[in-house]
């Protein structure tokens, strides 16, 4: 089974709204960290949303300043799943997005992250 496995991309018209999902595996216990990056063609990865946790520090969510507002991370600790809410969507949110998991309290830095899933396609039309 895959570390994290992710759903609920697809093609939606600018303004619209869609919730990905990310079911992560056994594998990741021990992770501090979970997030959504995203990956545009031509582009780099760049970091979306995450969400810290830990025993001894605050849990707290983070978002790139071009999604604030606008998307919403959460997690479901019963069903292992980590969400990324997205409302009043643009052109430019087109991408593949990607969970990822790592142990790095506080990081938004993609090579910081140890497990990826596969990715989901979200498509914003005008």
């Known amino acids: 089974q895959a570390p994290l496995e992710e759903s609920g991309g697809g093609s939606v018209p600018a303004g619209g709204s869609l919730t990905l999902s990310c079911a992560a595996s056994g594998r990741t216990v021990g992770t501090y960290a979970m997030a959504w990056f995203r990956q545009a063609p031509g582009k780099e990865r760049e970091f979306v949303s995450a969400?810290?946790?830990?025993?001894?520090?605050?849990?707290?969510?983070d978002y790139a300043d071009s999604v604030t507002g606008r998307f919403t991370i959460s997690r479901d600790n019963a069903k292992n799943t980590l969400y990324l809410q997205m409302n009043d969507l643009k052109l430019e949110d087109t991408a593949v997005y990607y969970c990822a998991a790592g142990r790095k309290y506080g990081s938004t830095s993609a090579e910081e992250f140890d497990y990826w899933g596969q990715g989901t396609q979200v498509t914003v039309s005008s």
């Open positions: 969400m810290y946790f830990s025993t001894s520090l605050t849990n707290y969510a």
